[in-house]
Nanobody, 119 residues
Framework: QVQLVESGGGLVQVGGSLRLSCVRSGGVFSVFAMGWYRQVLGKQRELVASITSVGITRYDDSVKDRFTISRENEMNTLYLQMNDLKPEDTGVYYC?????????????WGQGTQVTVSA
């Protein structure tokens, strides 16, 4: 059974940086795609960034050139480096594990970590 545990959220001022981490247990981390989603109260969860098992990355236009997704397979850990944060980046960030090497059906979700960007 796959379990995901996020950390690294918090309160930051506009223009600041945060790094989110997600540790996976269960399964072989290196063979599956992973992603970061963001959810704002009252809205659907949206995909912010994803990375395949071979390192292909994709970003939502709203975070391109500011966020970087990466993975450290030896540590079963996924990261999201967030720079130049804006108030609209505020939300709960969820780590997701996909069922295959590429982005598709989500197999498991983390519990979420709150990111708040103050103006």
């Amino acid at each position: 059974q796959v379990q995901l545990v996020e950390s690294g959220g918090g309160l930051v001022q506009v223009g600041g940086s945060l790094r989110l981490s997600c540790v996976r247990s269960g399964g072989v981390f290196s063979v599956f795609a992973m992603g970061w989603y963001r959810q704002v109260l009252g809205k659907q969860r949206e995909l912010v960034a994803s990375i395949t098992s071979v390192g292909i990355t994709r970003y939502d236009d709203s975070v391109k050139d500011r966020f970087t997704i990466s993975r450290e397979n030896e540590m079963n850990t996924l990261y999201l480096q967030m720079n130049d944060l804006k108030p609209e980046d505020t939300g709960v960030y969820y780590c997701a594990a996909y069922r295959t090497w590429n982005v598709g059906q989500v197999e498991a979700w983390g519990q979420g970590t709150q990111v708040t960007v103050s103006a």
